[in-house]
Nanobody, 118 residues
Framework: QVRLAESGGSLVQSGGSLRLSCAAS????????MAWFRQPPGSRRALLASITSTGTTYYADSIKGRFTISRDNAENTVYLQMNDLKPEDTAVYYC????????????WGQGTQVTVSS
């Protein structure tokens, strides 16, 4: 039932940085997993990073070492810090949540566009 809203996407030059935000309509403290996905043009949505309610993180190989996921439970917000951006990072970025015992992510937001120029 929680609603998520992504923001922070922009046009940025290769090698630049960007910080995306995912604001939740209610508390995320007890949500089992929060995650960031992205969908490049003409491609399927793919998982980039996730963070559990206890702080355990996961990163896809494509962004490992460049992106960092974090959460601020007091602000009901999840962040994605993106550094050393590449043109291949161009995509619509989404956040989502997954409750305990659930197998699928849900509560998708509208997404925010990130475009990286050469």
């Amino acid at each position: 039932q929680v609603r998520l809203a992504e923001s922070g996407g922009s046009l940025v030059q290769s090698g630049g940085s960007l910080r995306l935000s995912c604001a939740a309509s209610e508390s995320i403290t007890n949500i089992y997993n929060m995650a960031w996905f992205r969908q490049p043009p003409g491609s399927r949505r793919a998982l980039l990073a996730s963070i559990t309610s206890t702080g355990t993180t996961y990163y896809a190989d494509s962004i490992k070492g460049r992106f960092t996921i974090s959460r601020d439970n007091a602000e009901n917000t999840v962040y994605l810090q993106m550094n050393d951006l590449k043109p291949e990072d161009t995509a619509v970025y989404y956040c989502a949540q997954k409750n305990r015992d659930a197998v699928l992510y849900s509560s998708w937001g509208q997404g925010t566009q990130v475009t990286v120029s050469s």
